[in-house]
């Protein structure tokens, strides 16, 4: 058994994919070579045949790439508001303080707010570190909201005014993780995700690659992920819903192989953007750490100064797990910056304080839902308003 065949993933929502993967197996086992291709190419049009095709020769490998011409682009993306999203698209757009209230009602800071409400108890202190340090933030961060409010509470007695200045402090921590993401003017501007299986880097390629080719870029999502039999599939949903094309090899390809021969075809096509999937690893199994590295190495060769990003995908329902994986993604890898998904399932969505206050590396986006639009940039303002929100 491979190591990631042992490794677990905590997402529930994986379960049709998965379900999915093992009708595909089977199929593999089964049936005539003919059928085998047939199994694997479940995707009805010809374009997600051509996107799951096995790749030999170079001229193939270009076949290969998903190829959405613009009349296509519109039918595919209206097909994807009424099927691929099930019509949830047409409900109004989900505010991030709806996304964030499992956080706000559940989360260390709605406990905080509880303890420093009417006449505080002579204990407020205590239940306050208590409370911190078992948050999922990290000892650096629960130390640094401690102090900031604890000389208030012992002076003074105000329970409200610490609340403000944990507000304020909280604010300056996420303040720090804003920045843009700007996609720059290489010709494709390569950006690479990584994290480990679940964490939402095919989705959140997704959204993006559907944000970026609204405002008018040329996109190509390359299939990075050619050790999961779905993945290629997944991503050639994605690519099909916002109408753009996905460069793929065959399932079990060196994923660096396919990486390298996507950035030539994006940089001789013309491409703003090549937005590189990768399979999910724990960040403790070395060899696929390594694997990852040379995925990152790859890329440079492929195209001088490439990726022009990482984008660390983390999922906050991971709580402290997230820390962790940061910390050693980050030996690895030097991410240029974040996106924090599904805190719109999870009370741990303050998390993203801790995450930010250790790494101080951008938090270029969070996703509060499965929609393409529930991918958002970070606004640290915003944030810290819809979790503080009474
Ligand atoms: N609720 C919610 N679900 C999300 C979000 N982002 C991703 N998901 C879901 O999480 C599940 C896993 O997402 P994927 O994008 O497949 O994760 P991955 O990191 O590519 O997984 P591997 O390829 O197995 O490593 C999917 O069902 C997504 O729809 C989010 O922000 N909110
Ligand atoms: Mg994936």
Known sequence: MSQR??????????????????????????????????????????????????????KEKKEAAVKSESAEKKDSVKKSESAGNQGAEKKSRRSLSEGLEATRSRGFLAQIGKIFKGELKSSVVDELEEILFTADIGVKTS????????????????????????????????????????IGNEKPHVILTIGVNGAGKTTTLGKLAAQLTAQGKKVLLIAGDTFRAAAIEQLSEWAQR?????????????????????????????????????????????????????????????????????????????????????RE????????GLALTKLDGTAKGGVIIGICEEFKKPVYFIGIGEMTDDLRPFHAEEFVEALFLE
């Open 5 to 58: 065949d042992t490794e677990t993933t905590t997402v529930s929502n994986l379960k049709d994919i998965i379900d999915n993967e093992k009708k595909i197996a089977a199929a593999r086992k089964s049936e005539a070579p003919e059928k085998k291709e047939a199994a694997v190419k479940s995707a009805s049009s010809e374009k997600k045949e051509a996107a799951v095709k096995s790749a030999s020769s170079e």
């Open 329 to 336: 993604f980050g030996e690895a890898i030097d991410f240029s």
């Open 143 to 182: 130390e640094r909201l401690l102090d900031r409010v604890t000389e208030n509470l012992r002076d003074k007695g105000d329970g409200v005014a610490a609340m403000q200045l944990l507000h304020e402090e909280v604010r300056s921590i996420l303040a720090a993780c804003e920045k843009p993401f700007v």
């Open 242 to 326: 916002c109408g753009c094309e996905m460069y793929s090899h065959k399932h079990g390809s060196d994923p660096s192989g396919t990486i390298f021969d996507g950035i030539r075809y994006a940089q001789e096509n013309g491409f703003d953007v090549a937005l590189a999937d990768t399979a999910g690893r724990l960040q403790n199994k070395k060899e696929l750490i390594d694997e990852l590295k040379k995925i990152h190495r790859v890329c440079g060769k492929a195209m001088s100064g490439a990726p022009h990003q990482v984008l660390l995908v983390l999922d906050a329902t991971n709580g402290q797990n997230a820390l962790m994986q940061a």
